[in-house]
């Protein structure tokens, strides 16, 4: 066996922001391709509002506060802002919910807290709490996957659908939104939350066709290409794994516990780790380089924090999904964890 | 001469010297400028609102309407101006290791007459400011200018302080329940009637009309962000009159 050593600095490709952030917006492509085929192709509309808008604003507060325009545009960290926001949101949402909530991740919460490198919270994660609390009936319009929908949607009626409310001939969202037999289908996590409260275990409500009917196939397709896009991550070293993992794994132990005492009422870890946005969330939301934690052990005291606020709110919590507030709450966190985490100084004694 | 250099007056005096202090007859044009300084600071330089970031807890909770923040800053204006009046009055009476207490109750008083009046006469915005009424004791903005400006100036000065800083705050409030009002709704003065009578009910305007209200901004966090952008206008325009 040959071992071989070599002298630092070890890592010689230093791969500068605009790489990165490309390499980024690269790995989500499988998971929104798998949307879009699941779901329609309402998913580029939203995406390209977005970006268009992320980008005219970031050049517009470059400009207000006298910095370079181009750099800033160039680092596409306001395009992946863009792109993040707008994969979480429900495809079918209005133009002005994406174009606010772009305004807002962009505006307040990136440059008000000093610009790129210097915010606190996840822009593209506090622009989607602002919608999901701000307009709580577009925000939860989620459709069924596309061979279960009763009217079939053209590239045309979702363009129709996304600017005036309405498709071509004249169905709304909510008409979109049912399906063939008439139920009102919603994502997993909700159609569960529903069920529960009124009174049916886990089990019923698995059994159910209406569950089987419903996107939860879909819900798990685009899951595991989010994960194949996060392994593409992990594999070309763009981001590490402490915060993936220790997340995954959080979310593995925490859900088998309520699990594991009552079935009925809790669900199976396997479901939590494949419905709404954990494989998002584990490899792109969390990652951010600038509002996670930085230290190794920092990494995963935020990835099982985070991991136990997510399995906390959806079991217990008002939302059906709650990778946004966990990553907010864990943000906040990240000073705290970082003072405690520093690595020792070698040679020096822990003062 | 500055507010500063009335409270040092005031403060390094003993009680003998302080209320012959009074007695003294300040030429006109300087009580003229007093007043001057007193206006300045309670408006804009030393604005309770978005400088000293007193009262928040108010001025956050209910200005989801203008209504709302009128009747609250109303409500306040009258504590504090006469609050400022009584301690003002009582001020070489009162022993100086039991001043606050003394201070606490006689704003408690003021604030259960102006909660008392609420109750009589405007029965609606009563109930929907609810808590926030008897809360206005703990406004620390009425206790703080009691004790750093009551207790040490006379009436008269006392008076146009709580006035002023009165005014400042109401102002703030004004703002942000405007800008709230507007932002979640879409109007102006929306309930209006239930402050000032059936009469004033054409104030209400309607700016536009919307089927999904942005809820943020009529809730807390909205709130937050507002007054943050309110305090960052205001450090902006300070910043442009230093620079001038």
């Known amino acids: ?52 808008t992320a980008v005219a604003v970031e050049a517009l507060f470059m400009t207000l506060r006298k910095r370079p325009v181009m750099s800033s545009i160039g680092d596409y960290s306001a395009v992946l802002t863009a792109i993040l926001l707008a994969i979480a949101i429900p495809s079918l949402a209005p133009w002005w919910v994406i174009v606010i909530g772009t305004l807002f991740a962009i505006l307040i919460v990136k440059h008000l807290y000093g610009g790129l490198g210097q915010n606190i919270f996840n822009p593209a994660m506090a622009g989607y709490v602002l ?24 590239f045309i009626d979702t363009l129709s659908l996304i600017f005036t409310g309405f498709s071509v001939d004249g169905y709304s969202v909510t008409q979109i939104k049912t399906s063939i037999d008439g139920f009102t289908l919603a994502t997993p996590l909700e159609t569960i939350r529903n069920a529960l409260h009124v009174g049916e275990t886990i089990s019923e409500t698995l059994k159910t066709t209406l569950f089987s009917l419903d996107s939860l196939q ?51 870890p396997l479901f939590h780790l494949f419905s709404g946005a954990t494989m998002l969330g584990a490899f792109f939301i969390l990652t951010d380089p600038v509002t996670a934690s930085t230290t190794v052990k920092g990494r995963i005291i935020y990835g099982l924090l985070c991991a136990l606020l997510v399995v ?11 990778v946004a507030f966990a990553v907010l709450l864990a943000n906040m966190c990240v000073p705290l964890i970082d003072y405690y985490s520093k690595p020792k100084v070698y040679g020096r004694k822990r003062t | 001469m500055t507010q500063e250099t009335v409270h040092n007056t005031a403060n390094n005096a003993d009680l003998e010297s302080d209320i012959a202090a009074d007695e003294v007859v300040i030429p006109a044009n300087e009580d003229l400028q007093i007043y001057k300084d ?31 923040a009128l009747g609250l800053g109303l409500a306040t204006l009258f504590v504090v101006i006469a609050s400022n009046i009584l301690i003002s009055l009582i001020r070489h009476h009162v022993p100086k290791a039991i001043r606050i207490p003394v201070f606490v109750m006689i704003i408690a008083s003021l604030v259960s007459c102006i909660q008392l009046l609420m109750n009589a006469y405007t029965y609606q915005l009563y109930l929907s400011l609810g808590i926030f009424i008897p809360l206005i004791v703990t406004n620390c903005m009425i206790i703080g200018r009691a004790e750093a400006f009551a207790s040490k100036n006379n009436v008269k000065h006392s008076a146009f302080d709580g006035l002023m800083m009165g005014l400042g705050f109401t102002a703030v409030l004004i703002l942000l329940g405007a800008g709230r009002e507007i932002l979640a709704q879409g109007t102006l003065f929306d309930g209006i009637e239930t402050l000032l009578g059936d009469w004033a009910s054409f104030m209400t305007i309607t700016l536009y009309n919307t089927d999904t209200s942005f809820l943020l901004a009529a809730l807390p966090p909205g709130a937050f962000i507002l007054m943050g952008l309110i305090i960052a206008l205001k450090n902006f325009i300070d910043n442009k009159i230093v620079n001038k």
């Open chain 1, 218 to 268: 879909g819900s798990q397709w685009v899951n595991l290409a989010y994960l194949a896009g996060g392994l593409l991550l992990l594999k070309k070293q763009v981001i590490m794994w402490y915060i993936p993992v220790a997340f995954i794994v959080g979310i593995t132990i925490f859900s088998f516990i309520p699990f594991a005492s009552d079935p009925d009422l809790y669900s199976s």
């Open chain 1, 131 to 154: 919608l999901l609390i701000s307009f709580p009936v577009q925000m939860t319009a989620w459709l069924p996957v596309q061979s279960m929908q009763a009217f079939p949607v053209t």
């Open chain 2, 38 to 68: 007193l206006s300045w600071q309670g408006l804009w330089k030393n604005n309770p609102g978005i400088v000293q970031l007193l009262g928040l807890c108010p001025l956050l909770a209910v200005t989801n309407t203008l209504t709302n």
């Open chain 1, 1 to 52: 066996m040959a071992l071989f050593s070599s002298t630092s600095p070890h890592q010689r490709i230093k791969r500068r922001t605009p790489e990165i952030m490309k390499m980024v917006i690269l790995g989500l492509t499988p998971g929104i391709i798998v949307h879009s085929y699941l779901f329609g192709l309402a998913i580029y509309v939203q995406i390209v509002l977005a970006v268009v």
């Open chain 1, 312 to 322: 906390v709110i959806r079991n217990v919590g008002g939302y059906p999904d709650a």
